[in-house]
């Protein structure tokens, strides 16, 4: 699979959008329901983070296929944040959500901007 990109506007309205793209190329990826209802809700949250800074005209996400046998999705605000990750973040509600759902969470700066990163690997078929 080749990596996909989307950029939305970065309005609350139009993240059905990204959740609906997580779980195609997660089908695509012979995720499990399971696993794909896990990328959807990591990236709702994800988005809902993001949004919450003033002046995002548009949100990107790009999802790679790793090698390993998982995905790698990352979200980005095209907003300038003064302070990102938010201070105390790691005890909101919303990081405990993403960080749950995926094998990997974290907050990062890609290009001056305010992102996350999440990586969700599959569970071999037969190990449930």
Known sequence: ?????VKVPARPDVVHVLRSVIASVAARAEFTYDEIDDLRLAVDEACAQLLSLDGGAGL?????DLETGGI???ISIDAEAAAW?????????GWQVFSALADEARFELVEGHPAVR????RVPAGTI
């Open 72 to 74: 790698e999705v990352l």
């Open 85 to 93: 990750p938010p201070l105390g973040v790691e005890h909101t509600l």
């Open 118 to 121: 999440l990586t969700k690997r």
């Open 1 to 5: 699979m080749s990596d996909v990109s």
């Open 60 to 64: 990107t996400m790009i999802v790679r």
